[in-house]
């Protein structure tokens, strides 16, 4: 059976692999290159959420099928596993933690909670006063870029065809158009993210601008992935912009900083005021960083969607969708991938697919 | 608060230097900032109470002139911000109703095995630290590359002492000689090339010649020539041409043609406002800097409305580089020099055979982090295109690296 | 040298003309290598003039710091790694 994957970001390489992987003749598709688009703007973490329990499930899944594979990733996808400190900075943060510390056990995920005093050795960068931390073991981080190569030279060692440069006009149940004409295919999987609902549409899914800030390289900086608590509060709260603290470790040493969102389309403009902003509040919880060199800024835009979920599956006769991933792509790619190839087989998922099905009534916009 | 200053001029090379005291002249509030600790730029660097005339003369008229100089300051971030310009460095943040750029242009570096051997340096770092006192008498040295920029730093070289063993041009003979009929027409060209020759002994000048490696453990050696002959030296200084250093013009949005910043007869960008100067606009060395910085300066403080038709008939000042130019371009051969396991961004240590032909500089920088160091691409980014046709990576802020401090809104610092 | 400063390089003491570079006192004082690259070459500098930041040494306790573009001040302390 053929399959035509459109989009080789992280998602869609790992689609492709999938279905590779299950004997269907693959052909992935993208407008410019392997993890050209929101991909490789991603800070690239591998961690469980648990905004919803269906989020949970699929970060969850997820980053079990990445620890599986870690000793197969070549080094440059510099696969590293810090964990993740949910940096709490007050007692009601700190009781927050304990639930979710709760949470995450009794779901199997190892996790626990750091008092202040703890909090600090872990981490001696952080401000000190801080009320604690929930620390989530088996978190990890990766290079996006090159984990979407990686998963897009698998399904090729598996027969699949990559073509880059060839951008989709249009998908039909059996076909979809390239310069003006039809390629016929029976299976068709929109993974095109920020730019799904123009192949798809009435598909709820609208570009979230975010920043990002790497600095050289100060190997030991910081040891683990560091969030805010208030994250949720702060990322997912309804109106036009937001920054939350987020700090990563990368394997180069360098520090990688975030986090904004904001909807503005699609402008690639460097918002100086947000920048300036989001680096505030991560200089606040980690005073040292104010020194630090940094290289670059960028921004991306996450494919959002209006309940935090993506969207997995059929909405027309042979046309599938993956995308929608909000922040999680990176993370969610590999059970994505596996769900979808599950649906597309008839197999039955390892999770329950129901609650990212394209075709779940929606809720308002959020935002205005 | 940020001071507001009718015109600010970034860098302080001779374009800048002429720009910032044509517009102190006309009596306007101006500012010059530069990277470097003393005014100059890279031509017309010295050291204290060391300047040769040319250079005196141009700080005297500068020294006299009300113009805010500040030194050690690297612009990292351009922006129009409320209708006037910022310009934001580690310590300040300026603001200016207009602003010139007179950013200079760095050298071209091509990969070839040994380069990135310490002590070999590109032609101009290597003048650049004699000038800066860097001692070369009675120690063996090797020019190599491409360009006119060759001779004056050989010149230097031997004047400080230096055993100029070799100065290595690529171009053919019979390229160069192509340029001798416009070098006859400007006489004072040619006597400062024969000077230069005469410094160094023009018999140690060879065309056609290349450095194909340097040799050495931990610092170089010696190097190897095309046709084989081993040059043992201490110092090396190799550069292929010169780069338009553009980057805070394209964060403004200024629009570039073949790399250069397209700019109108008084040196006005495609954004109002945002005058440039020298060879981010074309290569055209000293004359061209300070004649270009002076019509940048006048025009910077005088509110000439240009209407859009006059503009149109009148076209973009279309950049050709001059015949000279010309006659150094690459050959194919020094574009191959480097081997699969040559290191081509230093930052990275991405060597050769990590590159696909096929990429952009875009694909090229995610997949092998090439130009994700601090020099932000500036050495590998040119040569990767010169090599592998790669096109130019997009700038991003800050253009040069800065502390995150630097990157906060001046009322969230502390 | 009338007017020279005292710098310490990796805990040697070296002397330096006070109006020259780090850059330059290093290389006159035959030290080759500023730092060692992320597949442990040695490097040193390269354009001179701040841009390829090859002369990046540890200056004072500040890290990435260019060689190049860093006049000596007596009692300077330079780390080059190495």
Known sequence: ?368 | MAEVFDVAVVGAGPAGVAAACRVAERGARVALVDEGFRPGGQIYRHREGRAPAAIGEWMARLARLKVDVIHRTAVHDALRLDGKFQLRAESVHLEARKIVLATGARELLLPFPGWTLPNVFSAGGLQALVKSGLEVAGKPVVIGGSGPLLLPVAATLAKAGAKVELVCEQARRASLARALPWLARSPRKLAEALSYQAAFGPSRYRTSTWISEAIGTDRLEAVVTNSARRVSCDFAGVSFGLVPNVELAVLLGCELRDGFVVVDRRQQSTVPGVFVAGEPCGIAGVDGALGQGLVAGDAACRDVTVTADVEAARGWYEYKPPPLLRSFALRHEVLELARADTVVCRCEDVRLSRFDPEWSAREAKLATRASMGPCQGRICGPALDAILGYGADCVRCPAKPATFESLLIPEDRK | MADSVTIRVDGREIRAGSDTTVAVALINAGVWTFRTSVTGEPRGPVCGMGVCFECRVAIDGVEHVRACMEPVRDGMEIDTGG
Request: hydrophobic share 45%.
């Open chain 1, 1 to 368: 059976m053929d399959a035509i994957v459109v989009g080789a970001g992280i998602v869609g390489a790992a689609v492709g692999e999938a279905l590779a992987a299950d004997g269907l003749a693959v052909t992935v598709l993208d407008a410019e290159f392997p993890g050209a688009g929101t991909t490789s703007a991603a800070m690239g973490h591998v961690v469980v959420m648990d905004d919803s329990e269906a989020q949970f499930a699929l970060t969850g899944y997820s980053r079990r099928l990445w620890s599986e594979r870690a000793a197969e990733l070549p080094p440059d996808v510099e696969d590293e596993c810090p964990g993740t400190l949910w940096v709490a900075s007050d007692e009601e943060e700190l009781e927050h933690a304990v639930r979710r510390s709760h949470f995450y056990r009794e779901r199997g995920v190892e996790a626990e909670v750091l008092d202040s005093a703890a909090l600090e050795k872990a981490e001696p960068n952080l401000r000190r006063g801080l009320a604690g931390a929930l620390l989530v073991h088996g978190d990890r981080v990766i290079y996006p870029p090159n984990a979407a190569r990686r998963l897009l030279s698998n399904a090729v060692v598996r027969g699949a065809l990559a073509e880059r440069r060839v951008r989709v006009e249009a998908i039909e149940p059996g076909r979809v158009r390239v310069n003006g004409s039809w390629r016929e295919t029976a299976i068709v999987v929109n993974a095109a993210g920020v730019g799904a609902p123009e192949l798809t549409p009435g598909l709820a899914i609208e570009p979230r601008k975010g920043h990002l800030v790497i600095s050289d390289r100060y190997p030991g900086f910081c040891r683990h992935q560091l969030v805010e608590l208030g994250y949720l509060k702060s990322a997912h709260s309804a109106g036009a912009e937001s920054v939350a603290f987020n700090l990563q470790p990368r394997a180069t040493g360098q520090v990688l900083v975030g986090s904004s969102r904001e909807f503005v389309g699609l402008d690639r403009s460097t918002n100086r005021r947000l920048v300036g902003r989001m680096v505030r509040r991560a200089v606040d919880f980690v005073p040292a960083l104010a020194a630090l060199s940094v290289l670059r800024t960028w921004v991306g835009f996450r494919p959002s969607t209006p309940d935090n979920l993506p969207f997995i599956g059929e909405v027309d006769e042979g046309v599938f969708v993956a995308a929608g991933h909000e922040g999680l792509g990176i993370t969610t790619a590999l059970g994505t991938a596996r769900l979808l190839a599950d649906l597309v087989a008839g197999r039955v998922p390892e999770i329950d697919p129901s609650p990212y099905s394209p075709l779940r009534p929606m809720p308002e916009a959020q935002h205005g």
